[in-house]
């Protein structure tokens, strides 16, 4: 009998039949939406508990089966990749909203809520949760990746914003870490740790938030430029000015052109074009759109349309957040492979015009997009349906990162690493930092069951 059959026999009795072999729902955990190759796990169990991911842990480590965490499916760089002969561990069950604490601003929630339901939750409280990654990314993964969004140039990331974690170890033990306070001096902080480590030290089952009071008054605008430099530098001026915007988004003319396209945007030029939010009291607002339009005539804008109209609002957003259905549906029969690059704010006109550069020599097709604001920007290569296309693609993400690197920045902003980042991490930490986080690995999953092969690159003497 295997190692997996010998777990799934030791957890039936408590899961019955949220053990699941069928192909469908194993093909379903099969991958994310990124281009890697997909792999069907041996076996998919929807854990509904803490205890019950510490059940599911325990056994499998006492029997060396790899366990992969599974959300909503929306990692784009092989998180969620599964070993053939291992679980995955589906988590979206879990989606009770723990407690709230209006008067602190906090709230603790099960790893499957999603952003939009928690915030539904929310509404008639005043208070929002303001990380913004798009999709329907559950709060568990994105703090397992550390991610971001439109909205981080204001709000932070899942960094900044997950105050303490129930989180359960290889071994089974469950530990909590942080807490509700707004900062504390006691101890190694292990949640900064577990956020963004992938699921590679333990699985996240319990996320206390920090929440935010919804703005009084919300603007946006529209701006469009006829150099993309010109644009970029827009983003970057507003930065060094310390406008404080709630959301700054670029999109180059192509990523206009397929927006224009699928979204049905209309009063718009196929033009590299900014996109703005502004948040606060309806004075600070004006206040922040009048510094904004003059920036904007400082850096040759064609127009400035603002409105604080809802519904002009859920369009603009809408688009931005459809951005790679829009490439994919400009180019039929094309699969897309998202980049993701980060600088610090001066190098990035250096690090887009550059990479602007590369995309026209490869003779592919990328849009770019970005949350300019904190340095960070995406490409959409599509990739041909020809025999060498994935190939050509993967050559232009890897001069881009390298770009990034050579401008003191990260190959990942906000997708993390995964498998599609792996090859970049000695380059940007050293041997040494990895060596560190080998040793981390070590000491949290010495039988190497969790996420097994994902960020960390095996080291050659």
Known sequence: MSALERVLNHLSEVFGDRISRGEAVRDHHAHGEGWQPACLPGAVIFAESTEEVSAVLKTCNQYGVPVVAFGGGTSLEGHVTPSEYGISLDLSRMTRIVELNAEDLDCRVEAGVTRHALNAYLRDTGLFFPVDPGGESTLGGMCATRASGTAAVRYGTMRENALGLTVVLADGRIIRTGGRVRKSATGYDLTRLFVGSEGTLGIITEVQLRLHGLPETIATAVCQFDRLEDAVNTAVTTMQLGLPIGRMEL????????????????????????????HGAPAAVSEQVETMEAIVADHNGKGFMWSNNPED?????????????????????????????VVPVSALTELITGSKRDIEESGLIAPIVGHVGDGNFHTVILVPPEENGLERALELDRKIVGRALSLGGACSGEHGVGLGKKEFMEREHGRDALDVMWMLKATFDPNNILNPGKMLPELVN
């Open 251 to 278: 999109l180059d003319e192509v990523q206009m052109d397929a927006c224009i396209q699928y979204s049905k945007l209309t009063g718009y030029d196929v033009l590299p074009t900014m996109f703005f939010e502004f």
């Open 313 to 341: 609002r859920n369009e603009l957003w809408k688009a931005r957040h459809n951005v790679f259905w829009a490439c994919l549906a400009y180019r039929p029969h094309h699969r897309g492979i998202a980049t993701d690059a």
